[in-house]
């Protein structure tokens, strides 16, 4: 019988991108027996592929930016969790012939030491436009992996190896739209809200409420917004929180003027699909916005270092598909921003420029494929 194509990640962002590459594979050859292991979180992203093992959501979240998380991971039993990840995953060596790291540095060198099998490298966290591979992750990682993929052209040559590919930006590709929903959202031009996968989208989504009535005031109500509440989250709750919690309608949080506005569940790429705009205090989410021509406005955390920090990373990833203003501008920009089709259409054009065109995980995924197909042909296992 021949063994499978084991696929780990280290993040949110990075456990969804392992899932669409997933299902790509499984598309290209249902017969490849395919499954995903996360080293940060619970990993509800990866649905039917998750591997059962030793997982635990940690106060970081796998972000380590923030002041003195890590003494808190630490206190959360990151040590313990990390030496039970390593156990269980050697126990798993014989049960896959190929390892995917998707994500950064963590999952590859755990996938090569624990594994010893052939290894491919999808890096989703690095970018030269903001801060760029260490000169001996860009030796290292052509030296251990078959293949690697890289988020952009420019990244990749700075590697200056065969085997270090872009075949275009996984993150472009990874969420799903139903048409017949998208319908759904089309009655009035639609401005998406995305509060992120973190616990900071709790309290930042009162804020950003704030400034919806001003909005839908300048309009006349003509416009209408809806909330793409993650799933990496528990079920949101605030004073003004009705709860529906029927089919992906999880309910209606209420304006300061009593305007109800739907938050959904599993509705992400339909919603992002569908907006003229976003409201973003998202990570992934926000890029994937901006590849679909969709301009991103984000607020500037008030007393959020680490996340302040995060959005002018951001800011350099995007340019001008982001704006990011101070809490109390938010309307300002939005209602500039719609009555300005040059700036409009500028900033629509630049995150389609800056993220790239489609199709790079289904380039990735047959190229996993391939190499699947050679190791076992020639293992014949």
């Known amino acids: 019988m021949k063994k499978g194509i084991l696929l780990i990640s280290n993040g949110y962002g990075e456990d969804t991108i392992a899932y669409f590459i997933a299902k790509a594979i499984q598309v290209i050859n249902p017969e490849i027996e395919i499954k995903a292991f996360p080293l940060v979180g619970e990993g509800k992203f990866l649905k039917e592929f998750l591997l059962p093992g ?10 380590l930016h923030q002041k003195g998380v890590l003494l808190k991971d630490f206190k959360a039993g990151l040590l313990r969790l990390l030496y039970d990840q390593i156990i269980f995953l050697k126990s798993q060596r014989e049960n896959f012939s190929l390892i995917v790291a998707v994500g950064d540095i963590m999952p590859f060198l755990l996938g090569y030491f ?36 890289v988020r952009d052209k420019e990244t990749a040559d700075t590697f200056k190896s065969d085997n270090i590919k872009w075949v275009g930006n996984p993150i ?13 959202f089309t009655q009035l031009p639609l401005i998406g809200i995305l509060p992120g996968s973190r616990l900071f989208a709790y309290r930042q989504l009162p804020v950003i409420l704030k400034e919806i009535d001003l909005v839908m005031d300048y309009y006349k109500d003509k416009i209408s917004f809806a909330v793409a509440w993650s799933s990496a989250l ?27 506005i739907p938050v959904y569940k599993n509705k992400f790429g339909e919603i992002i699909t569908s907006s003229i705009l976003v409201i973003g205090q998202a990570g992934t989410g926000n890029e994937q916005a901006a590849s679909l ?28 598909a982001l704006c990011v203003v101070e809490e109390g501008e938010l309307a300002k920009n939005i209602i500039e921003l719609m009555e300005n089709k040059q700036l409009y259409e ?14 790079g995980i289904k380039r990735i995924a047959s190229a996993i494929s391939n190499l699947w197909e050679e190791i076992t042909m020639v293992k014949g296992k």
């Open 54 to 63: 030793p997982i635990k959501a940690m106060p970081s979240g796998g972000d």
């Open 114 to 149: 624990i594994f010893k099998k052939p290894l491919v490298f999808v890096g989703t966290a690095k970018s030269t436009r903001v801060s760029g591979y260490w000169w001996w992750e860009r030796k290292l990682i052509p030296a251990l992996a078959i293949i690697g993929f």
């Open 172 to 184: 472009v590709d990874a969420f799903e739209v139903k048409p017949e929903i998208v319908e759904e």
């Open 234 to 260: 528990e079920f949101p709750v605030w004073e003004s929180f009705k709860i529906v919690n029927k089919e992906d309608l999880l309910g209606y949080i209420f304006t300061t003027k009593h305007r109800k």
């Open 293 to 320: 021509g969709k301009p991103v406005i984000a607020i500037k955390p008030a007393g959020e270092k680490r996340l302040d920090w995060y959005r002018r990373r951001q800011k350099q990833l995007l340019g001008e």
């Open 346 to 359: 500028r900033k629509s054009k630049a995150g389609i420029e800056r993220m790239g065109k489609q199709g």
